[in-house]
């Protein structure tokens, strides 16, 4: 596969994949333009592009929350007061339960349910094994209905 043909299969699941996992669209372009900027430096060591490019999503999308939640807890002790959270238009009860889950939980939904991933891709994409993977979305499929069937009916 050329980079070309990466790209244009791959950078809109890509996007979506990132913006699950982060909540927020302008850092999921981010992210996924960073990924592709590093795979074209090195496509020529890289024998499975979907791959290492799914892979190196949810580590960046995993990382930019770690720091979120860092500046998240100065913001709440009063050390850092220029951070502002970018508004959530988007306030569906699976979205906001969705976002309940960690990162982690939340990629392996994504993978498994929107881009029907099989567990052992998913792993890959992890950086776990297949049975973790298998833990993962179980113990997330129980948050999410645990979530889902305590909110109020309209």
């Known amino acids: 596969m050329t980079f070309a ?52 999503v949810a580590n960046r999308s995993i990382s930019w929350l770690r720091r979120v939640t860092v500046a998240r807890r100065y913001l709440a002790r009063g050390i850092v007061n220029a951070h502002h959270d970018p508004p959530n238009a988007d306030d569906t009860a699976v979205r906001k339960a969705l976002l309940k889950l960690k990162p982690r939980y939340r990629a392996a939904v994504f993978l498994r349910f929107y881009l029907d991933m099989s567990e052992a891709d998913i792993a890959e994409a992890l950086g776990c094994r297949p049975g973790t993977v298998k833990s993962i979305l179980h113990r997330a499929l129980i948050m999410l209905r645990e979530d889902l069937d305590d909110r109020p009916n309209d």
């Open 5 to 56: 043909e990466a790209y244009a299969t791959q950078y809109d699941p890509l996007v979506r994949f990132a913006y699950v996992t982060t909540g927020d669209l302008g850092v999921a372009e981010d992210i996924v333009q960073d990924v592709f900027a590093e795979l074209y430096r090195h496509m020529a060591s890289v024998t499975t592009p979907e791959a290492w490019l799914r892979r190196a």
